[in-house]
């Protein structure tokens, strides 16, 4: 019987290949720099023995952080707009309709992961995105080097599911 010892797939995964998309806001989406894939943490629980040292067993809570995604913000502000005016648009419940702005603030998101060679691999699935803050826009006269002004957004989801879209295969 051999052991098995080196993985079948042996390229990295690449940096810049993926896609990121969020239908409510197309422009912000176009100018995407970079974007995470939400870390989790699992809660723990502290059971007390009679020892000196406290036993820690598997909680009953699980949560995600935030969706951050950096953007490059063009000329007319039309990108950094649409996450201001929705984040804005959340806020306003009396202006627009408790009902309205319940059913308005969320939107699903897909992050498409691709393989070196640049196809699909994997589907990421954001459920229930939110904007939850926006950086500001910076001006500095002092710049020797002039490069285009970013911005970052977090935003909040209910969870994420991830999809396969190709299977390697397997020895």
Known sequence: MTIKTQPDNQNFLQPTAFQFVLNRTPETVYFCRSINVSGVTF????????GLVDIKVPGDS?????????FLINE??????????????????????????MKNNYSDATLMILS?????????NFKDCFPKSLTGIDFDTSLNDVSPIASTVSFGFTYYDI?????????
């Open 116 to 124: 070196s060679n640049y196809n699909p691999t994997f589907k990421i």
């Open 43 to 50: 809660g723990e629980i502290l059971r007390p023995t009679n």
């Open 62 to 70: 699980f949560r995600y952080d935030d969706l951050s995604l950096s």
């Open 163 to 171: 999809e396969k879209i190709i299977d390697y295969p397997r020895n």
């Open 76 to 101: 007319d502000l039309g990108n950094w707009l649409e996450i201001h005016d929705w984040m804005r648009s959340m806020a306003n419940v009396e202006e627009h309709g408790a009902e309205n702005v």
